[in-house]
């Protein structure tokens, strides 16, 4: 999708909130994933009861992190392709970069 934004400028802050927002999810749907399966929780009906429940998220219903949940996702190829770690720390240090200059807290 395009969207005009607002200024210069207002399209790449989108994109670092947005970017910023999946290191978010992701992570957090990695670490849930992984508590459940070491609760004893099978990886599939785990994933299964996020993507029915407040859980639901980009990162559990559509790219999810953890191998033999879904297929033609990087987890299911031994993380090759999709979104690299190293562009998402680059995005995450701009996001905290940005927020320094706005004096905006963002914890997570």
Known sequence: ??????????????????NMLLGITMAGTAEAMNLGIRLGLD????AGIFNTSTGRCWSSDTYNPVPGV???VPSANDYKGGFGTALIAKDLGLAQASAGLTHSSIPM
């Open 43 to 46: 990886a599939k009906l785990l």
């Open 1 to 18: 999708n395009i969207v005009r934004c607002g200024d210069v400028g207002a399209g790449l802050a989108a994109k670092l909130c947005n």
């Open 70 to 72: 879904m297929e033609s």
